[in-house]
Structure formats: structure tokens, C-alpha cells
């Protein structure tokens, strides 16, 4: 079973960038289907981004500014962040899987602890 850790979370201006990490322990980690998800106080989790290997998809809010990106090698997944908004304020949480294209929460069984993402004016 995959353990996943987030790091790179903070406040940023509106227009800034941040860039998330998240670290996988375990085997196979190239192997997992590998997300971003977020979730804004009072709404539920909503999905960011998603690497199920060499492709990527995202969601239409964050089409064009969002980059995920993973290096099997070093158990990493990122999540570079542009141009960020008020709207892009959340908890990010990574997330691990096995089911193509992760586009959906339930498609995934293991969850990291979440960083906290603040956008302000």
C-alpha cells in the first residue's frame, strides 16, 4: 500500500504560483494512476488534474494554467501551479489509484493529508 505526503502549500497573490509536491512511499509507484484534487470550504471534493502515465487531464478550471507532471524515479508527482486565482483557494490533497484517467475521486483508494492552498487580493 502506497503512502502519499504533500508539501508546497501556502498563501500566494492573486496571478502567483505555487508548486505542489507529492511524495509516494512504497512499491510500483509507476504503476498507480497518480491525481489532484481539491476542496474549498463548504463544497465538496472536486478533481484538479490526473497522470496516469505519460498523458494528462485536467479539469476545465484549471485548464491552461495547471501543469501535473511525475518522476517515477524519485516517487514524485507536482502539480505547477500559474496564474493562481481567489477561486483556487483550497486543500489539495494527492491521490493514488489504479483506475484510467482518474478523473473521479472514487477511482481512487489511497489519499495523502492535504496541503492548504490560500489565494488572496
Known amino acids: 500500500q502506497v503512502k502519499l505526503v504533500e508539501s508546497g502549500g501556502g498563501l500566494v497573490q492573486a496571478g502567483g504560483s505555487l508548486r505542489l509536491t507529492c511524495t509516494a512511499s512504497g512499491r510500483s509507484f509507476s504503476r498507480y494512476v497518480m491525481g489532484w484534487f481539491r476542496q474549498a470550504p463548504g463544497k465538496e471534493r472536486e478533481f484538479a488534474a490526473s497522470?496516469?502515465?505519460?498523458?494528462?487531464y485536467y479539469a476545465d478550471s484549471v485548464k491552461g494554467r495547471f501543469t501535473i507532471s511525475r518522476d517515477n524515479a524519485k516517487n514524485t508527482v507536482y502539480l505547477q501551479m500559474n496564474s493562481l486565482k481567489l477561486e483556487d483557494t483550497a486543500v489539495y490533497y494527492c491521490a493514488a489509484g489504479s483506475t484510467w484517467p482518474g478523473t473521479k475521486a472514487e477511482y481512487y483508494n489511497t489519499w495523502g493529508q492535504g496541503t492548504q492552498v490560500t489565494v488572496s487580493s
Open positions: 497522470i496516469p502515465d505519460s498523458s494528462t
